[in-house]
């Protein structure tokens, strides 16, 4: 609680119980959540919030840097706390699973690209779709059907 208190001040935003609960909600899913799951997690502690606040909210968040806003393929948006280590996704098809990992060719993509094309790489975003294990399982039983998201 202390260290949220802490960044949102360093961001220059006022402290506010729903901010400091918005941002420990997205600190202890430990994975990407999107705007609804956050809502219901702080919710029960605070029931007078809503979706609204926390869209907003998540907004300024982004804004301001301390969380990325990430697109799986789908409509809505997922959040995660702006990572200290770049990595990447794995995006199952069919569950929605979300894998992060690191792989350390993407720092040669980014030293040998912007070389060749005289640009600037600020930030990367790279995404894998598939089939998580699970679900490879449940395709291979049933002859490739699935149950679809």
Do not use: W
């Not at 840097?65 to 199952?92: N, Q, R, S, W």
């Not at 094309?117 to 089939?131: K, L, N, P, R, V």
């Amino acid at each position: 609680m202390k260290r949220v208190k802490q960044e949102l001040n360093e961001c220059g935003l006022r402290v506010t119980n729903q901010r400091t609960l918005i941002l420990e909600a997205i600190r202890h899913s430990h994975g990407h959540v999107d705007a609804d799951e956050v809502y219901r997690a702080i919710h029960k502690k605070q029931p007078r919030i809503s979706l609204s606040t926390v869209y907003r909210t998540l907004q300024r968040f982004k804004e301001l840097g301390l969380i990325d806003e990430l697109h799986f393929a789908e409509e809505h948006h997922h959040y995660e706390l702006k990572p200290t280590i770049e990595h990447y996704h794995l995006v199952c098809l069919e569950c929605g699973q979300v894998i992060e990992f690191k792989y350390p060719l993407v720092r040669l993509l980014k030293k040998n690209v912007p070389e060749a094309q005289d640009f600037e790489i600020t930030g990367s975003e790279i995404t894998f779709a598939g089939f998580c294990p699970k679900c490879q399982e449940i395709k291979n039983a049933t002859g490739g059907k699935l149950g679809g998201r």
